[in-house]
């Protein structure tokens, strides 16, 4: 067919949504008409496979290469960091003449050059953390200024990235949505949640006993409120008549958050089989896929990037070469073009790889997947050659993983590649008596500060020899004003220093709308504060934050340090 003008594209990606949570999937407990309507009126894919979690995946589908050669080994403390030596699918488009934008969850890195601003994204509306404490109007990045959300987190995303859609219309746009749920905090407003409360759903997971209803019931809401979303953004491509040349791309980041209907795979988020891994993928475009259509070969999310450029034409120039193949010919019925291969999965110490056929999981048992789904009849006896040569294959990709991952491990937090650098919480580390306010790093705060020789420290590496100024996010109790709070660089006499005059000492956030028993997410809001101005040398070192001066039962609560080049 004639090639049209260049589409928009639009992701939507889902986090921490299973395989199972769509009604097209065969789930009655809950309703998704605009999600499913993606596959009805576009192609779906029946074996398409993304990482265990959050940001290897998002990793993959950025780069089109295994998340491990990119730098990301991990979800917290600066392991989600994508390598600013990667080409991203938004440097690819934007370099094509694409507007680009990102609203939603941002898992790759925080501080320039890993900022979504620094990797090919116009628009960064959102946060760049694992996770988030609150959804409900929290504080949030907008093109690296603090801001403040409005409303429920993901209808907020949405309601910028129809602006968005809206403001580019005339132009070829790249839209990347990642929401941020059902990922826990478990928040969900009760519009959605009362359909749920109290209701016993009908399908369960395939070993009922693991299945934790209070968190289903909330998962369930969260993805009914996912869903409501896509149908705005579906019916704006509607009015603007932006539809047929409009690719709208629907996937989920890894496996479900809980044990729930699971089309009776094996495993959750953070397993290689089955369940951990396989994630719907919908590709609606009027103007070129037939409604309707599926295939059925192994693809995964490092497929994406080359497979969208190939679909729009756009050169795939990226500067190392890619792990992931173009699925064009799957869509065009060029079968015979489509090469069959190996899928690798890494996961800490678990491993698994995936052939059109079989799956060798992670204990090296082998399963007929076309006839076992569920991985419950170990066929490695009756395939001994096939299973033989998984093994072999599947070492040799984890040792050329883990040492292409090597040299990343531990990377200090870049400060003064920009302008402005944050420092979060999660990427410091607390001393002596200082605690985390939650269990995960992502979004948490220090608190418990109760000493003078107790400090926080942040691994650095400064990219510019120059004057920063030293701002402080705290809260101060007020019996504990008159405490003074010095920055310093560990062997360095410069350092800025103030006493912390004024008390703020706000409560937690309100999480009524919660919907689980046990919550580990506290939030609240901080203040920024000065510290003072002091000169930093260009090279690695650790910036400690100290308290030389109490006067009353402890210091501050810390969210962040921010430092601004003079
Ligand atoms: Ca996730």
């Known amino acids: 067919m004639v090639q049209a003008e260049r589409p928009n594209v639009i992701i939507i990606l ?10 097209i999937h065969g789930n009655t407990n809950l309703a998704t008409p605009h999600v499913d309507s993606l596959a009805r009126d576009g192609v779906s894919f029946e074996n398409f496979y993304v990482c265990a979690v959050c940001a290897p995946t998002r990793a993959e589908f950025l780069s089109g290469r295994y998340h491990l050669r990119t730098g990301v080994g991990g979800v917290s403390r600066g392991e989600g960091r994508l390598n600013p030596g990667e080409t991203t699918i938004a440097d690819i488009f934007k370099k094509a003449g694409y507007t680009t934008g990102a609203f939603g ?18 628009e960064f509306y959102g946060f760049t953390s694992g996770h988030w404490g609150h959804y409900f109007s929290p504080p949030l990045d907008h093109n690296g200024r603090r801001v403040r959300g409005k409303g429920y987190v993901v209808d907020d995303f949405t309601d910028h990235a129809l602006r968005f859609i809206k403001e580019h219309r005339d132009k070829p746009f790249l839209c990347y949505i990642p929401y941020n749920t059902p990922h826990s905090p478990m928040m969900v407003d009760d519009r959605f949640y009362q359909k749920f409360e109290g209701v016993n759903p009908g399908m369960r997971h395939r070993d009922p006993a693991r299945e934790d209803v209070m968190m289903t019931r909330a998962a369930l809401a969260m993805c009914e409120n996912i869903d409501w979303n896509v149908g705005r953004i579906l019916k704006q491509l509607d009015e603007l008549k932006l539809r047929d040349n409009t690719i709208v791309l629907y996937f989920c980041d890894n496996g479900p958050n809980s044990y729930r209907w699971n089309g009776g795979m094996k495993g959750r988020k953070g397993s290689v089989d089955e369940g951990g891994l396989r994630s719907p ?6 103007a070129r896929i037939k409604p309707g259509s599926h295939v059925k070969q192994v693809t995964g999310a490092i497929d994406l990037l080359p497979s969208l450029t190939s679909l729009t034409g756009i050169p795939a120039r990226t500067a190392k070469p890619m792990d992931g193949v173009s699925f064009k010919p799957l869509l065009d019925n060029q079968t015979e073009l489509w090469k069959e291969r190996d899928l690798f999965s890494l996961w800490g110490k678990k491993a698994s790889v995936r052939t059109e056929r079989f799956r060798l999981d992670s204990a090296g048992k082998l399963y007929d997947i076309g006839k076992d789904r569920g991985q419950r009849i170990n066929v490695s006896a009756k395939h001994p050659a096939e299973a033989k040569r998984l093994k072999v294959v599947l070492a040799q990709h984890r040792v050329q993983m883990t040492r292409e991952y090597e040299p990343f491990k531990d990377r200090p937090f870049t400060v003064g590649y920009g302008r402005s650098t944050t420092l979060p919480a999660r990427d ?16 948490s705060f220090f608190k418990n500060w109760k000493n003078e020789d107790d400090s926080i420290t942040w691994k650095v590496d400064i990219g510019q020899t120059a004057a920063y100024e030293a701002t402080v996010y705290y809260t101060c109790a007020k019996q504990n004003t008159g405490v003074r709070i010095r920055i310093a660089l560990d062997g360095y006499k410069a350092a800025a220093e103030a006493e912390i005059t004024q008390a703020f000492d706000p409560p937690l956030y309100d999480k009524s709308k919660e919907r689980v028993a046990k919550s580990h997410y506290f939030q609240k809001d901080f203040k920024p504060f000065k510290l003072g101005t002091l000169r930093l040398k260009k090279g690695k070192g650790l910036l400690r934050l100290t308290a030389p001066k109490i006067i009353g039962t402890g210091a501050i609560d810390v969210h962040s340090i921010r430092l601004d080049r003079k």
């Open 281 to 286: 993928l919908f590709i609606r475009w009027p």
């Open 105 to 122: 969850k941002w898992h790759n890195g925080t501080q320039t050059p890993y900022h979504p601003n620094d990797r090919g994204f116009d």
């Open 14 to 23: 889902t986090d921490d949504q299973g395989w199972g949570d769509l009604s």
């Open 428 to 443: 410091g580390i607390e001393h002596g008596s200082i605690e985390r306010s939650a269990k995960a790093p992502n979004n």
